[in-house]
Structure formats: C-alpha cells, structure tokens
C-alpha cells in the first residue's frame, strides 16, 4: 500500500511540474503566474538542495547514487528519497 501511495505522489508531482512549465510557457491570468512563479523557484531551490545534500556521503560512503537516482531527488524530493531508502538502507 506504501508502494501504491509513494507511485501517487510522484506522479501528484509530476502534475505540479507541469503547471509550473505550462505557466512559464503561457502565464495563467491574474496574480496566478506570480504565485506560481515563486512556488516553482521554491520549489526548485528546495529540490535541488536535496540533490546536492544527497549526492555527498549524506547516505554514507557505501552509496553511491546514479544518475538518474540524482535526477528523480530532483524531480520528486522526498518521494523519490523514500524509494533510495527502501533501496540501499535496509
């Protein structure tokens, strides 16, 4: 069931980078393309982060994460970092 919900997530966020990339192509009217402007830098800051704090030896000198295992922190944050746990910390 963790599983299902984890899959959700990621696509849930997957939804979210759309609509920051659709309102960067074509601003939605109103005060909207600035809220979601801020909410995309944010967020991009915040993942990014992520990536950075996780690419070091956060999860010890063992692992060693891959390309797209850096890429997906990226992409979905804690929802991708819940799958690298399951994966390397048993």
Do not use: C
């Amino acid at each position: 069931m963790k599983k299902i919900i984890n899959i959700i997530a990621k696509l849930f966020m997957l939804v979210v980078w759309g609509v920051f990339i659709l309102n960067f192509i074509r601003p939605f009217p109103g005060f909207t393309h600035v809220a979601l402007n801020v909410m995309a830098i944010f967020m991009i800051f915040m993942h990014g982060l992520q990536s950075l704090l996780f690419s070091g030896n956060a999860l010890g000198k063992e692992v060693t994460l891959t390309k797209w295992e850096k890429l997906s922190i990226f992409l979905f944050g804690t929802f991708a970092l819940i799958d690298i746990k399951n994966k390397y910390l048993k």
